[in-house]
């Protein structure tokens, strides 16, 4: 197997459902992700979240976090973001190590490995609060905090020792409650208080805007995509000649867009065959309809013959134009500088170097609000997680995997303003003892520390 196909199998995207039905009013979220070097991917990715959408961001190529909201932008200043930035480069190389240390655990000499970490905590309607942290190494559990037992539960043999070294530092393991259940609280209440007008959106519905397109490269696949809806719960099914179609469809995850409202996309693949002989509809279903909306794949006849009849006139255009370039280079004297074939395909090969995983993670990272692609550096702001086998959270507020996160994410943004309460919310004194919003994340434990 490529080593690009060891990435696209190892790397388990984290897909986040929180069903606003439930008793579940704002969450926080951070989760963290370090890859073995020397792939087409960040070494290691920090992302944040505030009910489920993505607010700061962090990569070890940029090496600073960043806003990817505007009210945490408006509302938090340098001080705020050079203490998050100093805060993850130390976690950064507390991961590096980490991932070393479980490489020989587990007698990997080489390939590509992932260490995972994602903690958060959520506020309920009543009052009620609860706060999980756990990691994951190539994609499963690895070990857990109970809060309960205020103990770690160990998911595999090997994650034993770090249980047995960790559990005895009872002090450490209080404060890391505490910042779950209380410091983390605070945080989500100053978070909303920031950016109160979007994510406070009770009682509002919003209904989607679809369409239906097709493509036929790589393979031929129909795509249904519903945008602008609110709230978050949504479903999109495929239906042939009115019977429901299960097989071969690959469900996005539903994804936040800046304005508060969500997007989600559903891939039919299907033969351009099928789709002349049967008829494919789109089936969405939303709380803010009355009915079902249904859209009809078009045939794709008479589009197809007007699509290639244009690019058959662009092809001989193109002919033309290059054939007169070549007859006025040949009249001119014009002689054209040699290229050097060894540089020119090694430079490709690099460029191509774990293009699959590039093609996934930037070609499909749709703005929110638009088509604009975001910029590639930031194509690592997908969640990475492993495959979360224990229950964390409520029935109805489940993590679920998925290998599709990484395609739509947000802007770039930056930040330049004093924090409102006057403190950072990375500092490290004493942030276990006071509830007071004194830090954004939790503090990190070197997995042999």
């Known amino acids: 197997m490529s ?19 439930s008793a579940v009013t704002h969450s926080l979220q951070y989760f963290y992700t370090a890859v073995t070097p020397g792939i087409n991917f960040p070494e290691f990715t920090t992302v944040g979240q505030v009910d489920g959408g993505q607010f700061v961001y962090y990569d070890s190529n940029i090496r600073k976090m960043i806003p990817k909201t505007e009210w945490i932008q408006r509302n938090e200043g340098e001080e705020y973001w050079n203490r998050e930035t100093q805060t993850l480069q130390g976690t950064q190389e507390t991961f590096k190590v980490d991932v070393d240390t479980l490489m020989q655990r587990f007698n990997h000499t080489g390939g590509v490995h992932t260490w995972q970490r994602m903690y958060g905590c959520e506020l309920h309607d009543d009052g009620t609060v609860k706060g999980y942290s756990q990691w994951g190494y190539d994609g499963e559990d690895f070990i857990s905090l109970d809060l309960n037992t205020v103990t770690y539960t160990a998911a595999k043999q090997q994650a034993l020792i770090t249980k047995n070294k960790w559990d005895p530092d009872t002090g450490y393991n209080e404060g890391r409650k505490n910042y779950l259940e209380k410091e983390c609280i605070e945080w989500v209440k100053k978070y909303v208080t920031y950016g109160k007008h979007t994510l406070e959106r ?17 393979s031929p696949e129909v795509v249904c995509h519903a945008t602008g809806f609110f709230p978050k719960e949504v479903m999109i099914s495929w239906r042939k ?14 994804l ?4 508060g409202s969500f997007q989600k996309r559903s891939i039919l693949k299907v033969p351009a065959e099928e789709l002349q002989k049967h ?9 803010s309809l009355e009915e079902e909306l249904v859209l009809e794949v078009p045939k794709g006849g008479g589009l197809m013959a007007i699509i290639v009849g244009v690019v058959v006139a662009l092809v001989v255009l193109v002919a033309v134009v290059a054939g007169i370039m070549v007859w006025k280079k040949k009249n001119s004297g014009f002689k054209r500088a040699p290229v050097n074939e060894d540089s020119s395909s090694n430079n490709s090969s690099n460029k191509a170097y774990c293009k699959p995983l590039v093609d996934a993670t930037q070609g499909a990272l749709q703005q929110r609000s638009g088509n604009m692609l975001v910029e590639p550096e930031f194509t690592a702001a997908a969640i990475l997680v492993p495959k979360l086998k224990t229950s964390w959270t409520s029935d109805e507020h489940t993590a679920k995997l998925g290998l599709d996160y990484i395609k739509d994410h947000l802007e770039e943004e930056t930040s330049n303003q004093t924090p409102v309460d006057g403190s950072s919310a990375s500092e490290e004194e004493d942030f276990f003892a006071s509830t007071k919003p004194t830090r954004g994340q939790e503090g990190i434990k070197q997995l042999d520390g």
């Open 256 to 259: 936040p867009n800046q304005d």
């Open 241 to 254: 000649d009115g019977e429901d179609v299960n097989e071969d469809v690959e469900l996005r995850e539903t």
């Open 3 to 21: 080593r690009c196909g060891a990435v696209m199998k190892t790397l388990m995207f984290f897909t986040f459902s929180l069903h606003l039905s």
């Open 279 to 287: 008829t494919y509809t789109c089936v969405i279903q939303h709380s």
């Open 202 to 218: 009770k009682g509002t519905v919003y209904p989607p805007t679809a369409s239906v397109i097709q493509k036929h490269s790589p």
